[in-house]
């Protein structure tokens, strides 16, 4: 490891064999924590190489727990975090707008790091418990049309990291990583980065799989559409620079899209929104990015159709009826 800092240190890249190595010896626990402390800090300080950002995610999917289910047509719905703008939590609700307009949803997560709350947080505090058995996670997928996929349950290399990180309190190129390494390869993607370097990094990585996908990057920091003003959206068709207004939505500010400062803070948001009981700007956001799912999920369907979609599965509350069958 010193030669690789030093290497970084003096501005070099990795190759991508080199990130694999790195990240197959830290989840051997090869590394002390203040060398692993120091190698996750370099990616903060100038933008991380696509063979890099390849190369990590190489060797994630190599060490990762595989599980398949019956079948591959699932979507995920997941940001990267790290934008600090501690929103409540959008694509883990959009997640189950989607299940409950009829799709299958496998959804990939973890714990928060900068933020309050990620969709770990929420879910385990009200009341789901994390699991790698492949046939319970298939019985929740086939009751539910979700299951959730708790990252440290079948990555050993971000569980091996998870104290760092913690200690760092800032996002990582985990965060980076998250969303590319959902164990069981769902067909259909909506990712969410927080930096357009980023978006094009996952642009290029996507096109060399068989996925469709749509990468988004709100224009004003968020790692999911915002409403907040523009947005970057990448997929398999091409890029486009989105309005609130394109999706018919208002322009909303960012004081709407608190999340709130505690873990039961965000769960009381969460399941407020869920019940009917969430704020129009709530609605609005969380119907647009389950809108936006949908569309990765039917590209021919009109995103006005999708979104209108999305709306009866929150207005009807079947959304929160896929939540509450998930949940027991």
């Known amino acids: 490891m010193k030669k690789i800092l030093n290497r970084l240190f003096q501005h070099e890249y990795l ?23 120091a190698f996750l800090t370099v990616f903060q300080m100038r933008p991380i190489a696509v063979q890099e950002l390849s190369g990590f995610r190489d060797a994630l999917l190599e060490l990762c727990l595989p599980i398949q289910f019956d079948t591959k047509e699932t979507i995920d719905i997941v940001g990267t975090g790290g934008d600090g703008k501690n929103t409540f939590n959008i694509s883990t609700i959009s997640s189950f707008v989607v299940a409950g307009a009829g799709y299958k949803v496998t959804k990939h997560g973890n714990y928060g790091v900068s933020s309050t709350c990620g969709s770990s947080n929420v879910l385990e505090y009200l009341g789901y418990t994390f699991t790698n058995d492949t046939d ?5 997928l086939e009751r539910a049309n979700i299951c959730f996929l708790h990252a440290p349950k079948f990555h050993p290399a971000m569980k091996a990291v998870a104290p760092v990180r913690r200690a760092l309190g800032v996002k990582t190129f985990f965060n980076m990583l998250g969303p590319l390494v959902n164990p069981c390869k769902p067909k259909y993607n909506l990712l969410g980065v927080f930096n357009l370097h980023l978006s094009r990094l996952y642009q290029y990585i996507l096109q060399q799989t068989d996925r469709r996908f749509s990468v988004v990057y709100a224009l004003d920091g968020y790692d999911e559409v915002s409403l ?38 965000a769960a009381q948001i969460f ?3 869920l019940s009917g009981k969430g704020t129009t700007a709530q609605n609005e956001v969380v119907t647009t990015n389950a809108g936006l799912a949908i569309k990765c999920i039917k590209p021919n369907q009109s995103i006005s159709d999708c979104i209108a979609e999305a709306q009866e599965s929150l207005i009807s509350q079947q959304a929160l009826e896929k939540f509450k069958k998930l949940i027991n």
């Open 136 to 140: 319970e996670l298939q019985r929740q």
């Open 271 to 273: 399941t407020n929104i």
């Open 15 to 37: 190759t991508r064999q080199e990130a694999h190595d790195v990240l197959v010896n830290i989840s051997k626990e090869q590394y002390k924590p203040e060398q692993i402390a």
């Open 228 to 265: 907040t003003g523009k947005t970057k959206v990448r997929t398999n068709e091409g890029e486009f620079v989105l309005n609130p207004s394109d999706f018919g939505k208002p322009k909303l500010q960012p004081t709407q899209l608190y999340g709130g400062d505690t873990v039961p803070e």
